[in-house]
Every structure is written in C-alpha cells, then in structure tokens.
C-alpha cells in the first residue's frame, strides 16, 4: 500500500477563522483534516465540494447531541441533514444492535450510495458511525466532527472504526478513513475537566514515542492547557494528528510500525480490567505509561530523570500517577496475558529507550510487570 502524509498552513478566507489542515494520503484514500476554533463553520463547504454528496444523516450521542446539535445545524445552514440519529451516550452503544438502529434509519432517510454519514461525538461515536458508513453499502463517505480530546488527538486519525462484541473490544471493524475530520476546538470547552485530561494522556504518548520537543511544549504549556485557550489546543491537535498520521501513513494496517501506538497500553489495558474500569482509559493509559517507562528504566533503558519528569507531567495534566487502590502482585499480569497485544504466549510492551526512542514488541516478564505496578502504589 502506498501512503504517505504531508503537512501545510491552511487559512479560510473567513477574515476570523484560522484553520491548521492536514492532508492524510493512505493508499487511495484521503482525509482532509481541518482544526481550528469554529472549525465547524467549513462544514457547507466540505459537503458541497469536497465530498459531494446528496444526502446525509448526522450521528450524535445524545449528550453532545444536547449539547452541540444546535451549532452545528446552524453551521451546516443551507445543508439539512435527511436524519439526525442518536444513541444513548457511552461505551454501551458501541455495539452491533446500535449499528443495525442506526442502519435502519439510513434506509428511512434514504441514505443512498450518494450519501454520507456525519459523526458527531467523542471516540465512541467514530468508532460505531464510521463502522456503519464503512459498512453500509458496502461503504459509503463519512466526515467526523470529533467532540472529546481522545477523539480530537487519537480516534479521528487513522481509519479504523469498530464496534465491540461480548467476546472482547473492538472485535469487528473495518478499516475506512473519514474523507474528512472536522475538529472544533470549541466543542472540547463543554467536556468535564476530568475527560479533558485523560485524553492528554495520549498526547504525552505520541511526544514520548515520537517529539522530544513536544514533550517541553506540554510542560510549558501544561496551564494554558488545562485553561483550554484556543492556541495552546488547536498546537495541541495539530501536532498531535500530524504526529498519527506519520505513524498510520507508515503502517495504515497495522502489520508492524503502527503498534508503536500501543506504548502505555499493555500495561494501561491490564489496569482497565483490574480496576473494573473506574479509572477513564486514559488515566489507565498515564499509569500504563509511567509502568512501562518502569520496566525500560529497570532494564537500563531509561534514565530515572526521564522517568520522573514524564510522571510529573502527567499530573501536571490532572492525571493519576497512583493507583486508584491497591493491585495484588500478578492482577495485572493476568489480565495482561488475555489481552490481544499477547504475541506467540509472550505479553508485549511498547519500551522507550530514551526520548522518541521506541522499541516495539518487547517481551516483558512477569516479576517485571509486578515491579512496574508495585511503583505506582508509592
Ligand atoms: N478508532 C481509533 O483509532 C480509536 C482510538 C482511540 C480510542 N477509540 C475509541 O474511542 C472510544 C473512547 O472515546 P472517548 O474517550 O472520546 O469517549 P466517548 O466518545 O464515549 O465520550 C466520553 C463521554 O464524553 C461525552 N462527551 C463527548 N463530547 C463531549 C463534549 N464536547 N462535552 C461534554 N461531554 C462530551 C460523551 O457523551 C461521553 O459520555 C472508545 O470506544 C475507544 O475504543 C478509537
């Protein structure tokens, strides 16, 4: 597959909207991405000559849907969506029985191979609305307005949507890119302060994984940040899709070079479970994070300073650097050993060896991980 990404300043001529784009190029498939406050406002445009459709049908969960529908119908202006689908907020939804309601309502608004699904909402919404437009018909468009900072820095990038089975997350998907992604940075104004930071946690992976330098951007930036002003989150974003979009333009299938994006998650999806998902997954994503450097500083690896730098940045952000309550020696590896990073019975970690430095699919031990989680009940 031939892919490539490329960078450029792109500026509406709206005298007062300044949009960062990213142009995603994976194999014949294109992603516009445009990020910037009241970004919302070049939806008509995009419909009307980027993606051309006829008709459309807007996907929301039904808090961000009371929360941000209104604006967006407004921004869409002369372009009224054949159906506004909703369902109920949170991972619950991200499931087959949501797909088939809301393939049933595709065929109520005639939703035709000319059509197009818009999302609307935080991770969960990509996921489910991007598996149902790559599905239905066999495939047709969809433009993500991403509305939660995981979406915004992670999910909207990259092209894989799914949906969950009882047999474990994220079990059946497709591959299939937005033709565009919308980020308006206002939207992330009217997320809790507690969802605002657990989506940094994978900010702070994509600097350690890839940008030394961005990682002295969050430590400068860490206050205007967590004040969500308008520049310091649209660099946010910006930095962020652009960092993805090299690693997926890499690797779009995942057959190598993409699993560097699982760095803080092997130990961070092992914590999910243990903790019965009291902690947000990116919370599980800081500690996953702070364990992993752990077991690399252990080893050798990693300098101490990086490890206690990276920890205190992570609080710097509003995450957790401590367990929630305490893990048994073996909780977590246990967990870990399920999980579907697990390679030929050997658990796998992403481990840094220095700043931008990965290492991919290490095979860590046990008494390894079990030291690991034990520094993060200090
Ligand atoms: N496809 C990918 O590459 C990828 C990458 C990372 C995560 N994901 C998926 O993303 C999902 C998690 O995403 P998420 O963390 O965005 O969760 P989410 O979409 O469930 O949103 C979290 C909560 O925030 C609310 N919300 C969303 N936007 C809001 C806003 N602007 N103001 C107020 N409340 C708002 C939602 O209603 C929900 O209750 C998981 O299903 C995960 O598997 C996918």
Redesign the pocket.
């Known amino acids: 597959m031939r892919a490539h990404a490329r960078q450029k300043l792109f500026q509406r001529p709206d005298k007062w909207v300044v949009m960062q784009s990213i142009e995603i190029y994976v194999g014949s498939e294109t992603t516009r991405v445009l990020i910037g406050p009241g970004a919302r406002s070049a939806l008509p445009d995009i419909l009307d000559t980027r993606v051309r459709c006829d008709r459309f049908a807007i996907v929301a969960?039904?808090?961000?849907a009371s929360?941000?529908l209104p604006s967006i119908l407004a921004a869409l202006a002369r372009r009224t969506p054949a159906a506004v689908l909703q369902v109920p907020?949170?991972?619950a939804s991200?499931t087959l029985a949501s797909a088939e309601r809301l393939y049933g309502g595709l065929a109520d608004a005639k939703i035709g191979r000319d059509g197009l699904v818009l999302a609307l909402?935080?991770?969960?919404?990509?996921?489910l609305a991007?598996f149902v437009a790559a599905t239905w018909l066999r495939g047709i468009p969809f433009v993500f307005c991403?509305?939660?900072?995981?979406?915004a820095i992670?999910?909207?990038?990259?092209?894989?949507?799914?949906i969950?089975h009882p047999a474990g997350?994220?079990l059946i998907g497709a591959f299939h890119a937005a033709a565009a992604v919308v980020i308006d940075s206002d939207?992330?104004?009217?997320?809790?302060a507690r969802?605002f930071s657990?989506?940094l946690a994978?900010s702070v992976k994509h600097a350690l994984i890839a940008d030394g330098a961005f990682l002295d951007w969050h430590e400068q930036e860490a206050a205007r940040l967590l004040a969500r002003e308008a520049d310091a989150v649209t660099a946010l974003i910006l930095r962020n899709c652009g960092i993805k979009a090299d690693v997926v333009a890499r690797d779009a299938r995942e057959r190598d070079w993409r699993a560097v994006l699982n760095f803080g998650h092997t130990v961070g999806h092992a914590l999910e479970h243990v903790l019965g998902f009291e902690l947000?997954?990116?919370e599980c994503v800081a500690l996953g994070i702070i364990a992993e450097n752990e077991i690399a500083r252990a080893r050798g690896w990693l300098d101490a300073a990086v490890c206690e730098r990276v920890r205190s940045l992570l609080a710097a952000l509003g995450l957790p650097t401590r367990l929630p309550r305490p893990v048994s020696p073996g909780e977590a590896w246990a967990a870990a050993r399920v999980d579907k990073k697990v390679r030929g019975g050997a658990v796998r970690c992403v481990l840094l060896r220095g700043l931008a430095k990965p290492e991919l699919s290490v095979p860590i031990e046990r008494t390894e991980m079990d030291a690991a989680v034990a520094c993060l009940a200090d």
């Open positions: 969960d039904a808090t961000v929360l941000h907020p949170g991972e991200k909402g935080g991770g969960m919404i990509g996921d991007g991403p509305t939660t900072t995981e979406a992670d999910a909207a990038i990259g092209g894989k949507t799914a969950n997350k994220n939207f992330l104004r009217t997320l809790p969802d657990a989506g994978e947000r997954h990116g």
